[in-house]
């Protein structure tokens, strides 16, 4: 079992034929438990951890990793449980709710852009601009609170946001901003289990929404819209990942690997020491041996 197949099975890139039926909401790959998985994932924490380590130390790449998901899919669970083992100084969780007055005054892309990671950072966007392709095309009254001018709001709208995207995440590609996507695939029935499972535990309760039933009514639109999005946006330089989400386990594994590889690409090394720096430390290291004395 070679592990980054895990990495390539569910990458999609540049795929303009790419169906959503493809992928088995339910597909756990050879993996026949989940105590294996288990293993990898906690060892994937820990790689994460010491190549961000890295990352930060080198402070020139960054890294953009996008969520998006049907609700109860798992994004914060996968967030929490993959990013468990990162220095909370090297990265930076955002969520995207319903605009506010604000940000509807602005173009599309203007509150995201604002969170972008600095260089040396992990940057998480938990819901993201593609929710401009997703929930605002199953809910086109949603695109007219956005006060765009009548002439612009053509039928080539969605083909023109795809392609803006697209013109981001290249520009940010090329500036050294690694850009990696998720869409965890879960199935209508395993929603609904975990729906009702919110239902039950109070705990859970707070994290229920009439809305997830409102939206949960129209996941036909929704695979359309997803499908649709990620033929349009899935690239060599930004690739979709679509993940199985039945089973929560497999969906953590599955993320972790693709970060990882992700950081394993860009051979990151600590910084070099110059010269003189060198000799500054070996006379800080002799000044504070004297102290001690
Ligand atoms: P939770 O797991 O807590 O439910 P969540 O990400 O679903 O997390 P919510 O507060 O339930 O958070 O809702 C976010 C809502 O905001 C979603 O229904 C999403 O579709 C909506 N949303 C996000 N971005 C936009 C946008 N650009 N335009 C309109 N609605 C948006
Ligand atoms: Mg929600």
Not at 81 to 99: A, I
Request: hydrophobic content about 40%; some cysteine; glycine content about 4%.
């Amino acid at each position: 079992m070679k592990r980054t197949e895990l990495v390539t099975r569910y990458r999609i890139a540049e795929n303009k034929r790419f169906r959503l039926t493809d992928v088995d909401p339910a597909d756990t790959w050879k993996l026949k438990s989940k105590e294996q998985a288990q293993k990898w994932l906690e060892q994937g924490v820990a790689r994460l951890s010491e190549l961000q380590d890295k990352l930060y130390a080198q402070n020139q790449w960054a890294v953009l990793l996008i969520f998006q998901a049907m609700d109860a899919a798992g994004k914060d669970g996968t967030i929490k449980h993959v990013m468990s083992g990162v220095n909370p100084q090297g990265c930076e969780v955002y969520s995207f709710k319903s605009p506010s007055a604000e940000e509807l005054n602005h173009d599309f892309l203007w509150r995201t852009t604002k969170c972008l990671p600095e260089r040396g950072r992990i940057g998480i966007f938990n819901r993201s601009y593609y929710e401009e392709t997703l929930v605002v095309r199953v809910h086109p009254e949603l695109l007219d609170r956005q006060k765009l001018p009548p002439a612009l709001v053509t039928k080539d709208l969605w083909r023109e946001r795809f392609e803006d995207i697209n013109a981001l995440e290249r520009y940010l590609t090329r500036n050294g901003v690694i850009v990696r996507k998720f869409f965890l695939h879960f199935s209508k029935q395993e929603q609904q289990r975990r729906l009702l499972k919110r239902l039950e535990q109070p705990e859970k309760h707070w994290k229920f929404s009439l809305d997830d039933l409102r939206e949960r009514q129209k996941w036909g639109d929704y695979m359309q819209a997803y499908e649709n999005m990620i033929r349009h946006t899935a690239t060599d330089y930004a690739p979709w990942h679509v993940v199985p989400a039945d089973h929560k386990w497999f969906t953590r594994l599955v993320v972790s690997e693709v970060v990882v590889h992700a950081l394993e690409s860009l051979q990151l090394n600590y910084p070099k020491v110059s010269p003189a720096k060198r000799k500054e430390l070996a006379a800080a290291r002799t000044a504070l041996a004297i102290n001690k004395a």
